[in-house]
């Protein structure tokens, strides 16, 4: 395993970005998730998702922050679930069925993204079921730690 700053290249621009991958992913298979990544430039104010939206995804942001929020009962006063920024795996349950996002996400700055959509992890599974199988469970790692925050801030309201 390699650990610290790891390099994927985006293919409309020469050399390499470095962003923290948490040392899960091996060089190798950065390789052959480049064929499988978009990169996406998205302006402050930005949206990356909305709830209800059936596109799944996930993305790395590489720089700038998102904030995901939950639409509740007043409507104009979500509930901000977090402040996600370079490093960070932001996506949502759509990613993993064809329901409606849960969440919504928007960029608080300038951000760039590595996004991940889930027919290109359906086709990245058929083709390499290993490196799928290793990025399945970053995510799912990922993302019972933002659900156990989210418990977090719940129980400190109540």
Do not use: C
């Amino acid at each position: 395993m390699m650990t610290g700053e790891q390099s994927l290249s985006p293919p409309a621009e020469p050399g390499a970005v470095k962003f923290p991958l948490a040392g899960f992913l091996q060089r190798q298979e950065l390789e052959i998730l480049k064929g499988y990544v978009n990169w996406q430039q998205i302006p402050k104010g930005g949206i990356l998702w909305q709830q209800g939206e059936t596109d799944g995804r996930v993305a790395l942001i590489i720089q700038g922050r998102a904030k995901i929020t939950k639409e509740m009962n007043i409507p104009g006063h979500p509930l901000v679930i977090g402040l996600f920024g370079p490093g960070s795996l932001v996506g949502d349950l759509s990613f993993s069925n064809e329901s409606g996002s849960m969440t919504s996400a928007r960029a608080v700055e300038d951000m760039t993204l590595v996004i991940l959509r889930r027919e290109n992890f359906d086709s990245l599974a058929i083709e390499h079921p290993t490196l799928a199988n290793h990025i399945l469970n970053e995510l799912l790692s990922r993302m019972a730690e933002q659900l156990r925050h989210a418990y977090e801030r719940l129980t400190a309201i109540f």
